[in-house]
């Protein structure tokens, strides 16, 4: 059974705190995305990254920043944490020949920054 | 600039009718169009792709229409139950890959 999974559920951060938040998918998958998820603004793309090392700003980059070191693993850093990135997190990843080009995501994260 | 708009933020139907949701689209010409089933506290299911030659796609009791003409997909669920209830999201391609979703819609299907 394919699987992505995020490294908290709920995190709660304090203003100006480094976070990072990991996703780690056990497919082999060579995509992965992270995203925000707002009330009435949807799933909004931070970064992508379709190969070890390669990373692709989003829509929405400002802020953040990832690392992937390895094929399974994407990391998402908030570097100075702020009250507006009180947000849900969503990681995904994706076969890039699969042909249905389907994103499989992880179960969230919901970051709460005071 | 692109927008996707999805018919209302909620829909409500008696149970065994058939559940439309519509995905409208602007400045975008998408090679294909994904929807997604999300249900609460949970990240999204991948559950029909559809490519921008065909017209129509059919998985079990979901239907999917793509009308470029239209700039429209109508995602369709017959003989609705209780248990697809959830919020339902389009996603059209944006170029290697990736997608940009819509903001979804809430559906209640009411026994």
């Known amino acids: 059974d394919v699987k992505v999974t995020q490294s908290s559920r709920y995190l709660v951060k304090r203003t100006g705190e480094k976070v990072f938040l990991e996703c780690v998918q056990d497919?082999?998958?060579?995509?992965m995305f992270w995203y925000r998820q707002d009330p009435g603004l949807g799933l909004r793309l931070i970064y992508f990254s379709y190969d070890v090392k390669m990373k692709e700003k989003g829509d929405i980059p400002e802020g953040y920043s990832v690392s992937r070191e390895k094929k399974e693993r994407f990391s998402l850093i908030l570097e100075s944490a702020s009250t507006n990135q009180t947000s849900m997190y969503l990681c995904?990843?994706?076969?890039?020949?699969?042909?249905?080009?389907?994103?499989?995501f992880g179960p969230g994260t919901r970051l709460t920054v005071t | 600039s692109q927008k996707i708009e999805q018919n209302s933020e909620a829909l409500n139907i008696q149970e065994g009718k058939t559940a439309t949701l519509t995905c409208n689209y602007t400045n975008y010409s998408p090679a294909y169009l994904q929807w997604y089933r999300q249900d609460p506290g949970r990240g999204p299911v991948f559950l029909l792709l559809?490519?921008?030659?065909?017209k129509e796609k059919r998985k079990e009791r979901l239907k999917v229409t793509f009308d470029t003409t239209l700039k429209q997909s109508l995602f369709h669920i017959t003989a609705s139950q209780p248990a697809d209830s959830a919020t339902y999201l389009c996603?059209?391609?944006?170029?290697?890959?990736?997608?940009?979703f819509g903001t979804g819609t809430k559906l209640q299907v009411i026994p």
């Open positions: 996603a059209l391609e944006r170029g290697y890959q990736k997608v940009t």
């Open positions: 497919m082999d998958h060579e995509n």
């Open positions: 995904a990843s994706s076969h890039q020949t699969s042909g249905s080009y389907e994103q499989y």
């Open positions: 559809i490519r921008e030659n065909e």
